[in-house]
């Protein structure tokens, strides 16, 4: 069974950075395709940022530029770097595993492709 708990979040002023983390169950991280989704009060969930065990990664449009996503297998822990934060990155933050080793790299991520998930953490964008 893959656990995953997420970890960081937090309140941050506009321009701000944060780094999120995923603790997972062992191997999981260098095993399998990692996402980080998000999802604002009223909104669907989306989409942040994937990678897979050869640490090829995508990223929502919205992102591109401005968070990174990065993964520690020895730790089994999945980062999600945020610079430039702006009140629209309000949100909670998921982590997620997928059950196969490759992410789709070629349109933005979904959580229809994740099977396993954490139970989030906030990350709260001040203007």
């Known amino acids: 069974q893959v656990q995953l708990v997420e970890s960081g979040g937090g309140s941050v002023q506009s321009g701000g950075s944060l780094t999120l983390s995923c603790k997972a169950s062992?191997?999981?991280?260098?095993?399998?395709?990692m996402g980080w989704f998000r999802q604002a009060p009223g909104k669907e969930r989306e989409g942040v940022a994937v990678?897979?065990?050869?640490?090829?990664?995508n990223y929502a449009d919205s992102v591109k530029g401005r968070f990174t996503i990065s993964q520690h297998n020895a730790k089994d822990t999945l980062y999600l770097q945020m610079n430039s934060l702006a009140p629209g990155d309000t949100a909670m933050y998921y982590c997620?595993?997928?059950?196969?080793?490759?992410?789709?790299?070629?349109?933005?991520?979904?959580?229809?492709?994740?099977?396993?998930w954490g139970q989030g953490t906030q990350v709260t964008v001040s203007s």
């Open positions: 062992a191997y999981t991280v260098s095993r399998y395709c």
């Open positions: 990678i897979d065990r050869l640490s090829r990664k």
């Open positions: 997620a595993a997928a059950d196969g080793s490759w992410c789709i790299l070629s349109r933005e991520p979904r959580d229809a492709d994740f099977r396993y």
